[in-house]
Every structure is written in structure tokens, then in C-alpha cells.
């Protein structure tokens, strides 16, 4: 039996955490705001049915080192990344992604690690 659930929006919340893994949870929603997260180095959101836009906050927390968000249903373009932005690893293969790839991209030194694979351009 599958179960579907919704990410609580309350998570967004909890402003002392710093890592995330909600990873073949069988989620359906969208993905919460987490802006007041401002600690949070690492989100692990892979393996579930999320829909929608990849959510702006994503790219204003510069402590963020490690995003995960492959095989999910998110339908939409990255956003601009800081400058300061602190991110190694980005992991967004196998969504539905569209757009542009920002130019802010290269400006990533931290980053070792992308893939967006199934990206249409």
C-alpha cells in the first residue's frame, strides 16, 4: 500500500535545524517554505512525488551546502543563486525542470558536484 502525505508547512518553522531528510517518504505536495531556515546546510527531498516550482528560498540560504531533490515531479526554472552561496552539491535529475540554466550557476566555486540531467533548455 502507498501512503501520500503532504510536507507540513510547519516545518518551515523550525529554525534551529540544519539538516533535512524526508527522502522516499511517498510526499505529493509542494514544497514548503524554509526561508527562516537560515541555519540549514542540507535538504534531502529525493524519491518522492513533489510537484511544483523549486522554491526561491532555495537560492537565498547561503549556508546550504547539499540540495537533493531528484526524481520528483518540480515543473519549473532554478532561480538566481547568491553570490555567497555556500552549495557543493546539486542534485535535480530526472523532474520535469525547463529554462534557462542561471548564469549565477558558474559563479558557484563550492560546487562539486551537479546534476541536471533531463534539464530542457
Keep these: 500500500m502507498k501512503i501520500t502525505s503532504s510536507i507540513p508547512s510547519s516545518i518551515g518553522n523550525l529554525t534551529k535545524v540544519t539538516k533535512i531528510f524526508l527522502r522516499s517518504k511517498y510526499f505529493t505536495s509542494q514544497i514548503?517554505?524554509?526561508?527562516?531556515?537560515?541555519?540549514?546546510?542540507?535538504?534531502?527531498?529525493?524519491?518522492?512525488?513533489?510537484?511544483?516550482?523549486?522554491?526561491?528560498?532555495?537560492?537565498?540560504?547561503?549556508?546550504?551546502t547539499k540540495v537533493y531533490l531528484s526524481y520528483n515531479q518540480l515543473t519549473s526554472q532554478i532561480g538566481e543563486f547568491q553570490s555567497s552561496n555556500s552549495l557543493q552539491i546539486l542534485r535535480l535529475e530526472n523532474n520535469m525542470l525547463y529554462g534557462s540554466i542561471p548564469k549565477s550557476i558558474s559563479n558557484l566555486v563550492n560546487l562539486i558536484e551537479l546534476d541536471i540531467s533531463s534539464y530542457r533548455a
Design 32 to 64: 514548503p517554505s524554509l526561508s527562516k531556515l537560515k541555519d540549514l546546510n542540507l535538504i534531502d527531498l529525493r524519491f518522492n512525488n513533489l510537484r511544483g516550482r523549486i522554491p526561491d528560498f532555495l537560492t537565498n540560504l547561503t549556508r546550504l
